[in-house]
């Protein structure tokens, strides 16, 4: 007990026992390299790590930065990265963000702001198209796991899915009458409705090869889909 009063005591007096070890004070250098590793504005030369306001702007001089290229889509539109995806939520943070990086608000401002914010508009718009829409989010999500379907699978698929793709398109073909194609469009809402219920339980269970076949899926009835809308326009 005496030692340790002892060593406060010497502590407190600014004097320390020779030979016995003790920690060197932190430097200023020191104490700020911490910080030296965040990115540095490119106008005013200032740090902005972690606590920067939405990763946009510089919280010294207010200038719009370059997109971080670190940041996926799910973080970039305040997204759990999860197939489940609330779309008001993800409607409501692509007007936000528009409101905030969109180029018409930087006019009048440098040009390296004005490119910047092309390029984030840009990043916005991609971001946000890509997880509206269940097979883009899919594939996407995908991708982050580090799997990607290639363009040609149908060496891939069984036989009676193929099968069933050739008699759709083969009906889509013959329709002539809005009823017919009334009756096409709802076959294939209805197989997009149970892949998107199938796949959004694959990723909940981590079984990602069962995702990645159901997305497979979905990308043949999106081609179909297409074709149901070129089929639409009047020639």
Known sequence: MWRGRAGALLRVWGFWPTGVPRRRPLSCDAASQAGSNYPRCWNCGGPWGPGREDRFFCP????????????DYFSLMDCNRSFRVDTAKLQHRYQQLQRLVHP???????????????????????AYKTLLAPLSRGLYLLKLHGIEIPERTDYEMDRQFLMEIMEINEKLAEAESEAAMKEIESIVKAKQKEFTDNVSSAFEQGDFE??????????????????????????
Request: hydrophobic residues 30%.
């Open 104 to 126: 018409d608000f930087f006019s009048q401002r440098s040009q390296t702001e004005k490119d910047f914010s092309e390029k984030h508009s840009t990043l916005v718009n991609d």
């Open 210 to 235: 069962e995702a990645k076949e159901i997305l497979t899926k979905m990308r043949y009835f999106s081609n179909i889909e297409e074709k149901i809308k070129l089929k639409k326009i009047p020639l």
């Open 60 to 71: 010294q001089c207010r200038a719009l930065q370059a997109p971080d290229p670190t940041r």
